[in-house]
T-cell receptor, first 113, second 111 residues
Framework: DADVTQTPRNRITKTGKRIMLECSQTKGHDRMYWYRQDPGLGLRLIYYSFDVKDINKGEISDGYSVSRQAQAKFSLSLESAIPNQTALYFC????????????FGEGSRLTVL | QKEVEQDPGPLSVPEGAIVSLNCTYSNSAFQYFMWYRQYSRKGPELLMYTYSSGNKEDGRFTAQVDKSSKYISLFIRDSQPSDSATYLCAMSEGNTDKLIFGTGTRLQVFP
């Protein structure tokens, strides 16, 4: 099984719908992140959490919210999806006292029609 | 201007070629430099990690950092079709700080 698991892997939805992307990890890492990847724009940080009680906005948090339900679980919500949120979303983890290396899930492809 | 600039490619080379991938950056406080490799439909995986300036070699891969020029490179020797992927540079000010990624360079190695 993957160390960082994202669900769903693919989702097609309509404008205005609420969407939740879920991430769970078995690496025992404290830190978790949500990125989105767009062609020509690379990976951009949406939100990050350094522990269960710590949530921080990243570069592009507008239109998104997150919940850190446990050390191993970090979910990303789109309260009212819009077409420009169509992207590939990645969850990642890192160790608190590590090198800063990120361990990524396999991604969730979201299409908003 | 983006903090990290990377040529998106695509870069297409024959098997056995030497490949050079590069990134430039503007933040002189960056000290930690990484290269991630991303295969199609997969998440990025760390390939090389370098602290401050200098070279680091791992098998066919060499990472170079020139902080005076704000320029980092990844060299792949004897490139293989299995090296076909997107390569992303990433960097941070501290080893526990947020990583800033380049846009990625798509590499294709043909037999």
């Amino acid at each position: 099984d993957a160390d960082v698991t994202q669900t769903p892997r693919n989702r097609i939805t309509k404008t205005g719908k609420r969407i939740m992307l879920e991430c769970s990890q078995t690496k025992g890492h404290d830190r978790m992140y949500w990125y989105r990847q767009d062609p020509g724009l690379g990976l951009r940080l949406i939100y990050y959490s350094f522990d269960v009680k710590d949530i921080n906005k990243g570069e592009i948090s507008d239109g998104y919210s997150v919940s850190r339900q446990a050390q191993a679980k970090f979910s990303l919500s789109l309260e009212s999806a819009i077409p420009n949120q169509t992207a590939l979303y990645f969850c990642a983890t890192s160790q608190r006292d590590g090198t800063g290396e990120l361990f990524f899930g396999e991604g969730s492809r979201l299409t908003v029609l | 201007q983006k903090e990290v600039e990377q040529d998106p490619g695509p870069l297409s080379v024959p098997e056995g070629a030497i490949v050079s991938l590069n990134c430039t950056y503007s933040n002189s406080a960056f000290q930690y430099f990484m290269w991630y490799r991303q295969y199609s439909r997969k998440g990025p995986e760390l390939l090389m990690y370098t602290y401050s300036s200098g070279n680091k070699e791992d098998g066919r891969f060499t990472a170079q950092v020139d902080k005076s020029s704000k320029y980092i490179s990844l060299f792949i020797r004897d490139s293989q079709p299995s090296d076909s992927a997107t390569y992303l540079c990433a960097m941070s000010e501290g080893n526990t700080d947020k990583l800033i990624f380049g846009t990625g360079t798509r590499l294709q190695v043909f037999p």
